[in-house]
T-cell receptor
Framework: AQSVAQPEDQVNVAEGNPLTVKCTYS??????LFWYVQYPNRGLQFLLK??????LVKGSYGFEAEFNKSQTSFHLKKPSALVSDSALYFC????????????FGTGTLLAVQP | AAGVIQSPRHLIKEKRETATLKCYPI?????VYWYQQGPGQDPQFLIS???????DKGSIPDRFSAQQFSDYHSELNMSSLELGDSALYFC?????????????FGPGTRLTVL
């Protein structure tokens, strides 16, 4: 069965510092991995995805993610955090095959202090 | 750019009442997904449609039903509402029914059952 894990409920970082939000996955077959961000009382906004190719994926708002097959990880990164990046971040995997539902991790709350 | 539209944005119902949630996908998107997000939880897949046919079903109660219409909009019908149905309900759409396709989420409908 496909699954993703986000080991940290919350990540705290100072504005201007680099940030990392961790995600590990477990899939059978090719992993199709996604990152979404959710602001309070808002929908999920797509940030980036890994399908194939380069292990470093660049996305919206300066975010990027590194796919590591040997460590089965897909960590979200940003070189310099902004206070406005404070939100809930979800890693997800697409199940593929006859169904393409997304299976989400439990989410990581990112808090960027000024 | 056009986004996924959901209506209503907020809905308050009494126990045992019925509710209908509507979703209008991004133009030319033929696949619609419904997810339920309980308080402090990650989104859980309910049901999906591709080209007006149900493509997959998740942990959706028998009290819930859904369909996709000829114009590709979708409706989630919920009957005999229970307190536990209180949640944020998201609709997402994608261009095709492919595991690699990005699912774009609407702003959600917040359902409160009293």
């Amino acid at each position: 069965a496909q699954s993703v894990a986000q080991p940290e409920d919350q990540v705290n970082v100072a504005e201007g510092n680099p940030l990392t939000v961790k995600c590990t996955y477990s899939v059978s077959g090719n992993p199709y991995l996604f990152w979404y961000v959710q602001y309070p009382n808002r929908g999920l906004q797509f940030l980036l995805k890994y399908i194939t190719g380069d292990n470093l994926v660049k996305g919206s708002y300066g975010f990027e993610a590194e796919f590591n097959k040997s460590q089965t990880s897909f960590h979200l990164k940003k070189p310099s955090a902004l206070v406005s990046d404070s939100a809930l971040y979800f890693c997800a995997v697409s199940t593929g095959g006859a169904t393409n539902k997304l299976i989400f991790g439990t989410g990581t709350l990112l808090a960027v202090q000024p | 750019a056009a986004g996924v539209i959901q209506s209503p944005r907020h809905l308050i119902k009494e126990k045992r009442e019925t509710a209908t949630l509507k979703c209008y996908p991004i133009p030319r998107h033929d696949t619609v997904y419904w997810y339920q997000q309980g308080p402090g939880q990650d989104p859980q897949f309910l049901i999906s449609f591709y080209e007006k046919m149900q493509s997959d079903k998740g942990s959706i109660p028998d009290r819930f039903s859904a369909q996709q219409f000829s114009d590709y909009h979708s409706e989630l019908n919920m009957s005999s509402l229970e307190l536990g149905d209180s949640a944020l309900y998201f609709c997402a759409s994608s261009l095709n029914f492919l595991a690699t396709d990005t699912q774009y989420f609407g702003p959600g409908t917040r359902l409160t059952v009293l």
